[in-house]
């Protein structure tokens, strides 16, 4: 691959392959971590040539230009200096101090009025915003394992919460197989279901058989709900691919009489830029888009309306469904099914408790490109943590089934102190010379105090403040004072506010500090924001962890 200067044209050098090993771009190793994390992101792009990394819409840069630009801002940094982000497009750089973030970002930021569908993609079509997704404009991306624990942690504690702790002798159906839905059938198939995904670009499913992440695939109906019979019934986790519209196969379930197990949803849910109609291929929807795009958003709302009121009948039937984040209901309420928000969120259902303690998902990625890294960091965990923890559970599934793709990387839940504990032990691993580079500690934007999303994060909070997005922008101020390397806020259109935070174990003392700072404030927000909704176990949380929540003292008047 060549390297570029910021003079040459990017698309002439596709694709774009993360650099490796030791040799520097950069004037330092934080600048060249977070350059490789650029280019790690677009390494495991779903679209690279239209810098588009995942949800068909989530882009690493604005364009062409501004990725040049950024390349030669990354690569001309001072550790006195920090790169000014702003959708996408570097807008300058200024001078800080050592202990700043080396790169601000805001990313899709718009004014709530102005912040609608409709205006937010005219807005983007003039070129002055992005669709930033959560790890995509942040630079954060590693591929499918990014959601894979947390896929895997959700249908854990459906089992829990269900099915007497066990999904095995279970069927998960589901749609969407593509950038971040794609660790979906290793998740359900690790949680011991069978799990039947339907997508309907066909080019996704056999990425993911390619990576070890589906098992089997299909275009037939009938073979696919075989081989989930022949699954269930002997107890075994299988995943299955099957080509086809979700919509259409969950409608085909109703009228067949067969009720799953438990029925979710990860499919690019926007009506123009990724949903697929019934009776349309992908090309045929994106031939319809640039010829009319009205035309297009009404026929995918109708099937967006087709896909929930199927999986609310099956509700009714007895199946656990619940959407997993993408917007599917907000969607199908404005298509007009009016009650599609009687079934929940996966994070109101299933994961806030963990939030209440601080817990949530943060990845660490190996810049040398060198799986030795991670393998040594895996047991490092296993020496940190208990045998019975969540993290030593999952480091033991993950060696054996997760494929590494982009730089070598690995995702884990840990709450306040767990990653602290982490994060020191790793940054004297480097300093020992024990790993062959540094280590990025990104944290994307759904954590337990990042994030404001009402129809995803933080639904139907107990005070009623779904939708104060305060909180995860005092999370990206805090992240800043804490000594980040990256700190990115990310406005996702009118349905939510996020923050995300990349930290970077470089071996020394002042890295050291930086983490130490990062892992525990980043995790104690989390906490104080729980509590101040009411969450008991959060105020618990604050309490054990003797976090100061600033509550009253002596009368000051």
Avoid at 93 to 116: D, E, K
Avoid at 421 to 438: H, I, S, T
Wanted: aromatic content about 6%.
């Amino acid at each position: 691959m060549t390297h570029h200067n910021g003079s040459e044209r990017v698309t002439n050098s596709l694709p774009i392959i993360a650099a490796r090993g030791p040799v520097l771009r950069c004037k330092g190793w934080r600048q060249e971590t977070i350059l490789r994390l650029l280019e790690n992101n677009l390494e495991n792009a779903e679209s690279p040539a239209d810098l588009v990394v995942y949800m068909s819409w989530a882009k690493a840069a604005r364009n062409w230009e501004s990725f040049d630009r950024t390349v030669s801002a990354l690569k001309r940094l001072e550790e006195d200096q920090t790169l000014v982000m702003q959708s996408g497009k570097p807008a300058g750089i200024f001078p800080s101090q050592g202990t700043t973030p080396l790169v601000l970002m805001a990313n899709g930021n718009v004014v709530g009025a102005w912040a609608g569908d409709d205006d937010f993609r005219a807005l983007e079509a003039k070129g002055l915003t992005v669709m930033p997704g959560m790890t995509a404009a942040a630079w954060q991306y590693i591929g499918s394992q990014g959601i894979l624990q947390g896929t895997f942690e959700t249908f854990s504690a459906v089992a829990r919460q269900h099915f007497s702790g066990s999904l095995a002798g279970r069927l998960i159906v589901t749609g969407g197989c593509g950038g971040m839905s794609g660790a979906q059938p290793l998740a359900g198939q690790l949680s011991g279901a069978a799990i039947l995904v339907v997508e309907v670009d066909p080019e996704r499913i056999k990425r993911r058989v390619a990576t070890g992440y589906c098992q089997r695939m299909t275009s037939s109906l009938d073979e696919a709900l075989q081989w989930a019979v022949e699954a269930r019934s002997s107890r075994q986790g299988l995943s299955i691919g099957l080509v086809g519209n979700i919509a259409t196969v969950l409608s085909e379930l109703v009228a067949r009489g067969i009720t799953p197990d438990v029925v979710t949803d990860q499919t690019i849910c926007d009506p123009l830029r990724g949903y697929v109609p019934e009776g349309l291929s992908v090309a045929a929807m994106q031939a319809l888009r640039d010829g009319d795009s009205e035309a297009l958003k009404q026929r995918s709302l109708a099937t967006v309306a087709k896909h929930v009121r199927a999986m609310l009948v099956l509700k009714e039937r007895g199946a656990v469904v619940f959407e997993y984040g993408n917007n599917l209901r907000k969607h199908a309420l404005e298509a007009g099914v009016s009650d599609a928000f009687r079934f929940g969120s996966f994070i109101e259902l299933y994961i806030r408790p963990l939030f209440c303690d601080g817990v949530g998902p943060f990845r660490w990625i190996a810049v040398s490109g060198d799986p030795t890294d991670i393998h040594t960091i895996d047991d490092l965990v296993m020496d940190l943590f208990p045998a019975d923890h969540r993290i030593s559970n999952w480091i033991k599934t993950a060696r054996q089934h997760v494929q590494f793709t982009g730089l070598p990387a690995r995702i884990g839940w840990l709450g306040h102190g767990e990653r602290k504990r982490l994060a020191l032990a790793v940054n004297d691993l480097v300093n020992r010379g024990e790993l062959k580079g540094p280590i990025a500690f990104t944290r994307d934007h759904l954590d337990s105090g990042s994030a404001a999303l009402p129809h995803r994060e933080t639904e139907n909070m107990v005070d009623g403040s779904d939708a104060i997005s305060d909180w995860p922008l005092l999370n990206a101020l805090l992240n800043c004072a804490s000594g980040a390397d990256l700190v990115a806020i990310h406005g996702l259109g009118n349905w939510g506010q996020s923050a995300g935070v990349t930290t970077i174990a470089t071996g020394s003392a002042d890295a050291a500090a930086r983490l130490a700072r990062v892992m525990d404030n980043d995790t104690a927000i989390g906490i104080v924001r729980h509590a101040d909704a009411g969450y008991a176990s959060a105020e618990a949380a604050a309490l054990r962890e003797g976090l100061d929540r600033a509550m009253p003292g002596e009368r000051t008047r």
